[in-house]
């Protein structure tokens, strides 16, 4: 039992507390300041030199080539020219949708041999091919380092006109777009404008703006689909459209019953559509002339079909 008691007493006897100073965080930094010794240290040591020097010759660098920079420009007079020496423009990339070509697009360009890309203003350019009332919109990029890109996105005739000026010995051929835009075609061939129907238009709906051309046609945007719709979906009937009138185009048939379309076609003389569900008139007018008393006619006179549902027409006695 004494045994037992000593050694308890010596257990739970509290260890000597050493001094708050021999604690510190200062106590573990080593007093020592050898050299690196081994070779990973060394190569880290020289690697950290060398990048320090690296560093500085780079900002002084920095700072020599500013000063010089600023001396220059203090003595230069007039706008600088930061790019270098650059090439004359000696390509030309055209890009259209429709029959406008290449020689068309340097026609309009006329850039001349010293020219450079940095010398082209292209929104003016941009600006310049869309004036072109051929032409629905344009793209123009400089493709470095001597290649002008122009791409253009022309508008689709969908009618022909005889337009006869003053002092003119004959009338001039103009189209219609689909949004009723007036102009004189470029390099369209003659097989795809003989397909085109020519719009019969009072003289009084022809009003020319302050650069003599025509101002465009806003109803023509309202007889356009019928167009579109019938030579895609009845190309047979279409190709035997000659001429198309209108009649207020723009108002509400139920509030203005005399509003309507007009197609003179070579079988059928007289074609009147309601102007809206162009598409259900069509496929009326499709059904109407495959029965066998308008096959076998020789011509029609007329065919209403501005009526809703009720078909109106006149088959010529033989």
């Not at 030199?49 to 500013?66: M, P, Q, R, S």
């Not at 337009?163 to 189209?175: D, N, Q, R, T, V």
Request: aromatic share 8%; net charge positive; proline share 7%.
């Amino acid at each position: 039992n004494k045994t037992i008691r000593s050694t308890f007493t010596v257990m739970a006897r509290p260890k000597k507390m050493k001094n708050p100073k021999d604690c510190s965080w200062r106590s573990l930094v080593s007093q020592s300041r050898r050299r690196p010794g081994s070779a990973v240290a060394w190569r880290r040591a020289f690697f950290g030199t060398c990048k320090l020097f690296l560093a500085l010759a780079a900002l002084c660098g920095a700072g020599y080539g500013a000063l010089l920079l600023s001396q220059r420009l203090s003595e230069q007079e007039g706008p600088v020219d930061l790019t270098g020496p650059a090439e004359p423009i000696r390509h030309i990339r055209f890009k259209s949708d429709g029959p406008l070509d290449i020689s068309w697009a340097r026609e309009r360009l006329a850039l001349t041999e010293r020219l450079t890309l940095m010398d082209v203003d292209v929104e003016q350019v941009r600006r310049d091919f869309e004036n072109e009332p051929q032409v629905a919109s344009a793209v123009v990029r400089r493709i470095f380092p001597d290649t002008l890109a122009v791409e253009v996105i022309e508008r689709k005739p969908v009618l022909r006109l005889a337009l006869k000026s003053k002092g003119a010995a004959s009338p001039e051929l103009w189209l219609a777009s689909m949004e009723g835009v007036l102009y004189q075609g470029a390099r369209y061939s003659r097989v795809s404008l003989a397909q085109l129907p020519f719009l019969d238009v009072s003289p009084a709906f022809l009003k020319r703006d302050e650069t003599g051309l025509y101002r465009p046609l806003a109803e023509v945007s309202r007889v356009s689909p019928l167009l579109e719709l019938a030579r895609q979906e009845t190309p047979e009937i279409y190709r035997d459209w000659k001429v198309v009138s209108f009649l207020r185009p723009e108002a509400d048939p139920a509030v203005d019953p005399g509003s309507h379309v007009l197609v003179r076609a070579g079988k059928v003389k007289k074609i009147r559509f309601s102007p809206r569900s162009y598409g259900a008139q069509l496929r009326r007018l499709h059904y109407l002339l495959g029965e066998p008393a308008f096959r076998q006619a020789p011509v029609v006179e007329s065919i209403d079909l501005s009526h809703g549902r009720s078909v109106f027409a006149r088959i010529d006695p033989v």
